[in-house]
C-alpha cells in the first residue's frame, strides 16, 4: 500500500522560504510520477509542480516559476518542494500526489491515486 506524508509546511513572513517533503513508502518508486498540489480555503485544488521519479523532468505551474523547486531522493523516497520568495497568496494547504505512470494531464488531480494528508503553508504579508 503507497504511502505519502507530508511534512515542513508552517507559518512564514512574504518573502520567505519553506521545505516541503513528501516521504513515500510502500513499493518502488520507478515509473511514478510525483507533484505537488494545494487547495486555499474556498478554491479548487491546483497544481503546483510535478516530477517524473525515473527521468528527473520537472513542470512548474505558472504562478510558481522561478520561486519554487521540486527535486526528488531516491535513496531516502522522498520528493522535496522548495518554495522560495512566498507570497500570501502561496497560502494553502500542500498536498502530495502520486501515480504509477505519467498522467496524460499532469495538472489534473483525479489523474493521481495516491494522495498524502497535506500539510498547511500560511504566507503573512
Known amino acids: 500500500q503507497v504511502q505519502l506524508v507530508e511534512s515542513g509546511g508552517g507559518l512564514v513572513q512574504a518573502g520567505g522560504s519553506l521545505r516541503l517533503s513528501c516521504a513515500a513508502s510502500g513499493r518502488t518508486f520507478s515509473g511514478y510520477y510525483m507533484s505537488w498540489f494545494r487547495q486555499a480555503s474556498g478554491n479548487e485544488r491546483e497544481f503546483v509542480s510535478g516530477i517524473s521519479w525515473t527521468s528527473g523532468s520537472t513542470s512548474y505551474a505558472d504562478s510558481v516559476k522561478g520561486r519554487f523547486t521540486i527535486s526528488r531522493d531516491s535513496a531516502k523516497n522522498t520528493v522535496y518542494l522548495q518554495m522560495d520568495s512566498l507570497k500570501p497568496e502561496d497560502t494553502a494547504v500542500y498536498y502530495c500526489?502520486?501515480?504509477?505512470?505519467?498522467?496524460?494531464?499532469?495538472?489534473?488531480?483525479?489523474?493521481?491515486?495516491?494522495w498524502g494528508q497535506g500539510t498547511q503553508v500560511t504566507v503573512s504579508s
Open positions: 500526489a502520486a501515480r504509477g505512470v505519467a498522467p496524460l494531464v499532469i495538472s489534473m488531480w483525479n489523474q493521481y491515486t495516491y
